[in-house]
């Protein structure tokens, strides 16, 4: 079995800072790339920002310049710094990983998400 847990959500001023964490755990034998995706009511899920194994990242237009993704591979966390932070940031925010279990099986999980809320 393996769970994603997001934490670090919550309520914030425009101009403020959040950091999420997502961890994972259970059966892994090695993550490849982590993700943040965000989804806004009445808005369709984007992808915020991933990083590879490596640490080659990509981030959203929208984002560049004040989120940042990190990762502790030995930690099987990934964060997302968000700075600057913006009433339309305002979204539930989940993290998705490429895992390899144990098993061999090669397959995608997803966290519960957490909210994050931007206040103007």
């Known amino acids: 079995q393996v769970q994603l847990v997001e934490s670090g959500g919550g309520v914030v001023q425009a101009g403020g800072s959040l950091r999420l964490s997502c961890a994972a755990s259970g059966s892994i034998f090695s993550i490849n790339t982590m993700s943040w995706y965000r989804q806004a009511p009445g808005k369709q899920r984007e992808l915020v920002a991933l990083?590879?194994?490596?640490?080659?990242?990509n981030y959203a237009d929208s984002v560049k310049g004040r989120f940042t993704i990190s990762r502790d591979n030995a930690k099987n966390t990934v964060y997302l710094q968000m700075n600057s932070l913006k009433p339309e940031d305002t979204a539930v925010y989940s993290c998705a990983g490429n895992l390899v279990r144990f098993d061999g099986v090669k397959d995608d999980y997803w966290g519960q998400g957490t909210q994050v809320t931007v206040s103007s």
């Open positions: 990083i590879t194994r490596r640490g080659v990242t």
